[in-house]
């Protein structure tokens, strides 16, 4: 049985018009593997979730994700910020910076968070061995947006720096997630062979995966 073409019927058109859109939706059977289940998704949006920097997995345009969420990632240590002199940074990318700390230290844990807020929280230990979260503001990592090219950043030309700083300055996670979608993202046949590719050589996650 040959079933009709139903973006050219009628009612259903319709239909559309009244829902006030004009995009088709679309429909993926669920695949724990792929997708994040109920719980998952509540803890990416409240606490996070720890995840060694080996496992985290990277999208084609570079962006970071946890099965089919983007996520932003962040060292959740407190004291390697102290000893670096730097400050808080989260990840929106596979960058420089993340490619330069697996090869150096695959296990290290990071957060991985889904939350849009204007801080988040460090594992903050004091000498006498007590362990306490403390919340800090963040910014976000300019080795990302290079990256991403994000908005057309570049952080090696100098002529530039005056518009890369404004990038930097006037960057919004918000607005990053109209641009880049977050959740959720769709797994077609061209994305899952892509997507494997680009995790074939790494090893499986220990987490909730």
Request: proline fraction near 4%; charge should be positive.
């Amino acid at each position: 049985m040959k079933l009709a073409d139903f973006t050219e019927f009628v009612p259903f058109n319709a239909l559309r018009k009244q829902m006030g859109t004009d995009r088709l939706g679309y429909f993926e059977l669920f695949d724990p593997t792929l997708h994040l289940t109920r719980s998952e998704r509540s803890e990416l949006e409240q606490s996070g979730v720890l995840l060694s920097i080996a496992n985290i997995k990277v999208l084609p345009d570079r962006a970071l994700a946890l099965k089919n969420s983007r996520v932003i990632a962040y060292n959740p240590n407190e004291n390697w910020y102290r000893q670096h002199r730097e400050y808080p940074t989260y990840h929106t990318a596979f960058c420089s910076q993340l490619e330069a700390f697996r090869a150096a230290a695959a296990d290290t844990e990071f957060l991985l968070i889904s939350r849009i807020a204007e801080d988040y929280n460090l594992v903050k230990i004091r000498n006498s061995g007590e362990v306490s979260l403390q919340p800090h503001g963040f910014v976000v990592c300019k080795h990302c947006l290079h990256s991403l090219r994000c908005k057309d950043y570049d952080e090696f030309r100098n002529r530039r720096r005056g518009y890369g700083q404004k990038v930097l300055g006037e960057f919004n996670l918000k607005e990053f997630y109209r641009l880049y979608l977050q959740y959720p993202l769709s797994f077609g046949s061209r994305s899952v062979q892509n997507f494997a590719k680009l995790q074939s050589d790494k090893p499986q996650s220990k987490g909730i995966e």
